[in-house]
């Protein structure tokens, strides 16, 4: 069963440490989306990619925040330096969306989440 | 940009009865349109979708949605919801604008159900 996985599932960090959070996302998709879930703001779209380029990044404080794809398999998100005010949950979702993708496609996965606690 | 409006941010029920989750969506052109839902401390899990053909669509767990074009809606319903439904719920669109790329999610609706 293809599923969207996240790592860490669970951290825990000081101010000002480096955070690093991993997806990878289902084999074949090209889409990957990075979200935030907070009980204040909802669901946030910080970024995502298309066939591993960066389509849009907007969502995401650039002076802290940083995306990238090194591979297919492989997404991260990272946080440097981290401030309290980073803490909630990273989702990443993936998914075979875009015009030329099969209607059963069109659909983005998510994972379990990375939950965030910086204090 | 879409935006996603879901009225009810809480919907409390008793077990058994009917329940229907409102959705608007700010757009009249083409898009396609889901339903997820979060169950505590997961991540968000498809229910349904609407991408083309019939206005009604059904999901998992006895969950159908009705696309309506005019009224730019796509409301959630259940004839007889459990306990095991507690959850939040959340509407998303895709934009053509975007090619489809970009997802706009609501606010989310909690169902909570009450025995």
């Known amino acids: 069963d293809a599923r969207v996985t996240q790592t860490p599932r669970h951290k825990v960090t000081e101010m000002g440490q480096e955070v690093t959070m991993r997806c990878q996302p289902i084999?074949?998709?090209?889409?990957v989306f990075w979200y935030r879930q907070t009980m204040m703001q909802g669901l946030e779209l910080l970024a995502y990619?298309?066939?591993?380029?960066?389509?849009?990044d907007s969502g995401m404080p650039k002076d802290r925040f940083s995306a990238e794809m090194p591979d297919a398999t492989l997404a991260t998100l990272k946080i440097q330096p981290s401030e309290p005010r980073d803490s909630a949950v990273y989702f990443c979702?993936?998914?075979?969306?875009?015009?030329?993708?099969?209607?059963?496609?069109?659909?983005?996965?998510f994972g379990e989440g990375s939950w965030l606690t910086v204090v | 940009a879409q935006s996603v409006t879901q009225l009810d941010s809480q919907v409390p029920v008793f077990e058994e009865a009917p329940v229907e989750l409102r959705c608007n969506y700010s757009?009249?052109?083409?898009?396609?349109l889901f339903w997820y839902v979060q169950y505590p401390n997961q991540g968000l899990q498809l229910l349904l979708k609407?991408?083309?053909?019939?206005?009604l669509v059904k999901g998992i767990n006895g969950f159908e949605a009705e696309f309506n074009k005019s009224q730019t809606s796509f409301h959630l319903r259940k004839p007889s919801v459990h306990i095991s439904d507690t959850a939040e719920y959340f509407c998303a669109v895709s934009d053509p604008a975007y090619n489809f790329n970009k997802f706009y999610f609501g606010s989310g609706t909690k169902l909570n159900v009450k025995p």
């Open positions: 990619f298309r066939n591993r380029a960066p389509l849009d």
């Open positions: 979702a993936s998914g075979l969306v875009g015009q030329g993708a099969h209607d059963s496609g069109n659909t983005i996965y």
């Open positions: 084999l074949g998709h090209n889409t």
């Open positions: 757009s009249s052109v083409s898009v396609y």
């Open positions: 609407y991408l083309s053909g019939s206005t």
